[in-house]
């Protein structure tokens, strides 16, 4: 059974920094390309960062230079280091996993075999 857990959400002030981790369990996590997303009430999920088998990443333009994406595999944990928040930034951020170690970045959701469960960042102003 695969399960993806975040956590490290949290509120915090503009400017500030945050940094998710998300612990994979039954699932080949370092084969496989991983990625962040995230979504606010009414609107579609997004994806943030994307990080392939080999390393390759990828970021949405809102949040490139500000934020990283890495993975552990000797952990089986991915992270997201958010710096430099703004209050656009407040959502709900989900670890996803795909099943396939060659992938188009930035991930899109269709592309998303497993989702974690999601933890909330909320900068205020």
């Known amino acids: 059974q695969v399960q993806l857990v975040e956590s490290g959400g949290g509120s915090v002030q503009a400017g500030g920094s945050l940094r998710l981790s998300c612990a994979v369990s039954?699932?080949?996590?370092?084969?496989?390309?991983m990625g962040w997303f995230r979504q606010t009430p009414g609107n579609e999920r997004e994806g943030v960062a994307s990080?392939?088998?080999?390393?390759?990443?990828a970021y949405a333009n809102s949040v490139k230079g500000r934020f990283t994406i890495s993975r552990d595999n000797a952990k089986n944990t991915l992270y997201l280091q958010m710096n430099g928040l703004k209050p656009e930034d407040t959502a709900m951020y989900y670890c996803?996993?795909?099943?396939?170690?060659?992938?188009?970045?930035?991930?899109?959701?269709?592309?998303?075999?497993?989702w974690g469960q999601g933890t909330q960042v909320t900068v205020s102003s």
């Open positions: 039954g699932h080949p996590y370092s084969r496989y390309c």
């Open positions: 990080i392939d088998s080999y390393g390759s990443t």
């Open positions: 996803a996993a795909t099943t396939k170690n060659v992938c188009w970045l930035p991930l899109s959701v269709r592309q998303i075999a497993y």
